[in-house]
């Protein structure tokens, strides 16, 4: 006699779909009244770059030769005092000239707080950037160094959403160098042009005084239109 052998019938399950996420509406009160972290700046950071978001994006561009390290270098220090910071130097990477820079600016007085990456490719450092207890703040020097186009910089700003992103770039005349550059002058909150020792600060979050990197230098790059460019009526490539 044969053994009736009974299968119990396989049950399929549908495949979850995601429901695509729709946009809020809120009222101006809503917008108005948000409670966000802000970065509570003194002195003459909050001069130039008023009270940024936590998130904030940043982005410097200049010359080379015009105190572009040295203020960027000013700024990371003023950073640590709100969190942790790397700095991805994809260009000079450990070099002598960063060494001297990192001296002048005397960054061993944060050295809890600063990390220099050497030559760390962009990916490594987004991957490095979303582990637990990761740096507050990054900085990408430069743009064209890193190879990203801009929508890979659009992704990545949504997944480092908590971050801090500080982008270098190099210039061409008065303006960032290539589209991707361009396109990122555009979209962060906090655009800085740096020629001769002073850097033009175009803040969405106050401020907006020029920052002076050094007062020496500037005084003898600009000359007679030193105290015009301090005091904001003038900046080449600019009509007032």
Request: proline share 3%; with cysteine.
């Amino acid at each position: 006699m044969e053994a009736v052998i009974q299968s119990n019938p396989i049950k399929q399950t549908k495949p979850k779909i995601e429901k695509p996420k729709t946009a809020r509406a809120y009222s101006a009160s809503q917008v108005m009244n948000k409670k966000r972290k802000v970065l509570e700046f003194e002195g003459k950071f909050r001069d130039s770059f008023g009270t940024p978001e936590i998130n904030a994006t940043w982005f410097i561009w200049g010359q080379s030769g015009n105190g572009k390290t040295r203020f960027t270098l000013d700024l990371c220090k003023y950073l640590t005092n709100f969190g942790k910071l790397d700095y991805d130097s994809l260009e000079e990477g450990d070099a002598l000239s960063m060494a001297i820079a990192l001296r002048d600016t005397q960054m061993n007085e944060v050295e809890g707080k600063f990390r220099l990456l050497d030559v760390m490719p962009f990916e490594d450092l987004v991957k490095r950037l979303s582990g637990k207890k990761q740096a507050d703040f990054a900085v990408i020097d430069s743009v064209q160094y890193a190879g990203f186009d801009y929508e890979r910089y659009k992704e990545v700003k949504q997944q480092l959403k908590k971050k801090s992103l500080i982008f270098i770039s190099h210039a061409q005349g008065n303006n960032p160098k290539g589209n991707t550059a361009d396109s990122i002058r555009y979209d962060a909150g906090i655009k800085i042009h740096v020629v001769g020792y002073v850097a033009k600060v175009k803040s969405r979050y106050g401020g907006n005084v020029p920052y002076i990197i050094w007062e020496e230098g500037a005084k003898k790059f600009w000359g007679k239109k030193f105290n015009m460019v301090k005091e904001g009526k003038y900046w080449p490539g600019e009509k007032k």
